[in-house]
């Protein structure tokens, strides 16, 4: 899919964090693997530390946490309002929907469109082509984003494939209609035919999670530990897929644009870990300085939330008193992948809120 979005504009990024935070160091006798070649993967894959929420927080809890804070601090008004979508693969119950928690939690006005969207990786993408979509409905109303996802509750402890990277994060963006807004030119892909290679097996109607799929096995027969209520990635599969073809599409999206890679401020990536965003920004020929990999490291991959985050940690005071001619691209599960180009900056606020979650 490609199309041109108009007269739309990021007006405030609200990056939102659980309090506590897990050194790598601390968890690596989890594993099922000697200590020393755990510890290499610290310095490959960019492993430092990671945030993860408590046993007794669910994904609307960090939304709340955000919104509440938008309100409390005026940096957003109820009655401006019109929609909120949820993009996430944790949803805190199957029914009701996240977007209608928050809604009744944060006491909006009962004409706000809710909505949630079931995506993972790419979800930052897909929530903001659904809210460019509503904006054309809702006149001088706004569309508050959350992406969140609390994934740390859904991989093995034991999964040194995934669990280290792994990082819980909400992503609160405000998206709003702007007559003088650059036109945003968006580029989306998806291949169902490699969809297991990011799964959680059971916990759906296909196989309702029981006793037996809570048996952790090791799955892969690779020394991780894991059971069919757990994410399984399969990390070659996913490696190559993104280096295949995510640069192609960041090509032909920006020639879509009609626009060159110079041009571009900051290619604003998902984060799956530093290791892989370096090999795409060589294939890509752009220097690293242009593409922020600091994510994993510092909170974890945040899955859909990790472009917010990614702008919050790296830009944050720049992007409300400046402007930047930007490539936001994201990819994973689905298979999915996506770009789009954008301009940023001048925003109301961009920040990172620690929540007591």
């Not at 991989?155 to 003088?180: F, Q």
């Amino acid at each position: 899919m490609k199309t041109v979005f108009r007269k739309k504009k990021i007006t405030g990024i609200l990056g939102v964090l659980p309090g506590t935070e897990t050194r790598f160091e601390d968890e690596v006798f989890n594993y099922n693997f000697p200590e020393k070649q755990t510890m290499r993967l610290k310095k490959i894959m960019g492993f430092e530390k990671h945030r993860v929420v408590k046993n007794t927080t669910a994904s609307s809890d960090l939304c709340v946490s955000g919104l509440n804070y938008l309100l409390r601090e005026n940096l957003i008004n109820k009655n401006e309002i019109g929609a909120i979508i949820v993009v996430t693969t944790t949803p805190d119950h199957f029914i009701p929907h996240v977007s209608n928690i928050i809604h009744g939690e944060c006491y909006l006005n009962n004409d706000v469109i809710c909505i949630d969207i079931s995506q993972g990786c790419a979800g930052f993408l897909h929530g903001l082509m659904q809210s460019f979509m509503l904006l054309e409905h809702l006149g001088d109303k706004k569309v508050i984003l959350f992406n969140v996802d609390t994934l740390s509750k859904k991989v093995s402890k034991k999964d040194r494939n995934s669990y280290p990277l792994i990082g819980d994060a909400a992503g609160v963006t405000v998206v709003e209609n702007d007559s003088h807004a650059k036109d945003m030119y968006f580029n989306m892909y998806n291949d169902g035919s490699r969809r297991e290679a990011l799964i959680i097996h059971a916990g759906g109607s296909r196989l309702p999670s029981s006793s037996e799929t809570a048996v952790v096995r090791d799955t892969d027969h690779d020394g991780n530990l894991r059971s069919l209520d757990n994410l399984k990635m399969d990390g070659s599969e996913v490696f190559t897929f993104v280096q295949t073809e995510v640069p192609p599409l960041i090509e032909e999206t920006l020639k879509f644009a009609d626009q060159d890679k110079d041009q571009i401020d900051w290619f604003l990536f998902h984060q799956p870990n530093k290791f892989m965003l370096k090999k795409l920004a060589e294939k890509l020929e752009v220097p690293y300085e242009k593409v922020p990999m600091n994510i994993v490291e510092n909170f974890g991959n945040p899955s859909g939330a990790s472009i917010p985050i990614g702008i919050v940690h790296n830009l944050g005071p720049l992007m409300v008193d400046n402007k930047y001619n930007c490539c936001l691209s994201a990819f994973g599960s689905g298979l999915t992948w996506g770009a789009m180009t954008i301009e940023l900056g001048e925003m109301s606020f961009c920040e990172m809120l620690i929540s007591d979650y």
